[in-house]
């Protein structure tokens, strides 16, 4: 089974700051990978997804950006935060089977 | 992809069987019907998954009537640690290309 790892844990960025967070997989090759975005006691919101390297899509227009250099590598950028970027930020990883497997994120304060 | 309704919130006692029912009438006919369970500061986690009739395994059992618009997914005996959020979601296996949009999902409380 995949394993997801998602780093920071958390962090604290002052406003206009630039962003990068990284997620990587384990245990799957050419995995569909997802970022999604949780604003506190908020569903979660589907920010960009992969279907190989360098195949991003776009799903809400945002001062965010992704990019997928290798197979199993997702990174999420920003060059200037906004105070509505805080939030926890998740990284996920889709199977054949359909079933979508979560990293443990990385909760985003901006200040 | 087929859009879900399910309740915003639940109540439930220790040792109680609680049920959650999602509304998906629009479910197409190679549409998967799936339950996450999500605590707070950790990402959802897979519960269970069906395409009909009854699924079950070690944590719940899923119910889907043979319309399949609708889907209940059955805790039993819950107790305190099923305190959580849980998404039904609906879509299809191994669509390249798409991605399971997760809704506000069932807030359930369990007390004892």
């Known amino acids: 089974s995949q394993t997801i790892h998602q780093w920071p844990a958390t962090l604290v960025q002052p406003v206009g700051s630039p962003l990068s967070l990284e997620c990587t997989v384990e245990?799957?090759?050419?995995?569909?990978l997802y970022w999604y975005r949780q604003a506190a006691g908020r569903g979660l919101q589907l920010l960009f997804y992969?279907?190989?390297?360098?195949?991003i899509s776009s799903e809400v227009p945002q001062n965010l950006s992704a990019s997928r250099p290798q197979d199993r590598q997702f990174i999420l950028s920003s060059k200037k935060l906004l105070l509505s970027d805080s939030g926890f930020y998740l990284c996920?990883?889709?199977?054949?089977?359909?079933?979508?497997?979560f990293g443990p994120g990385t909760r985003l304060t901006v200040t | 992809l087929a859009k879900t309704t399910q309740p915003i919130s639940m109540d439930s006692y220790e040792g109680q069987e609680v049920n959650i029912t999602c509304s998906h009438n629009n479910i197409a006919t190679n549409d998967y019907i799936t339950w996450y369970q999500q605590f707070p500061s950790q990402g959802p986690r897979f519960i269970i998954q069906g395409y009909k009739t009854k699924v079950t395994n070690e944590v719940a059992s899923l119910f889907i009537p043979a319309d399949r618009k609708s889907s209940t997914l059955s805790l039993p005996r819950v107790s305190l640690s099923d305190t959580a959020v849980y998404y039904c979601?609906?879509?299809?296996?191994?669509?390249?290309?798409?991605?399971?949009?997760f809704g506000k999902g069932t807030t359930l409380s369990v007390s004892s």
């Open positions: 979601l609906v879509g299809g296996r191994n669509q390249a290309g798409t991605a399971l949009i």
């Open positions: 245990g799957t090759s050419n995995p569909n």
């Open positions: 996920a990883c889709r199977e054949w089977r359909g079933e979508q497997y």
């Open positions: 992969s279907v190989g390297i360098g195949q």
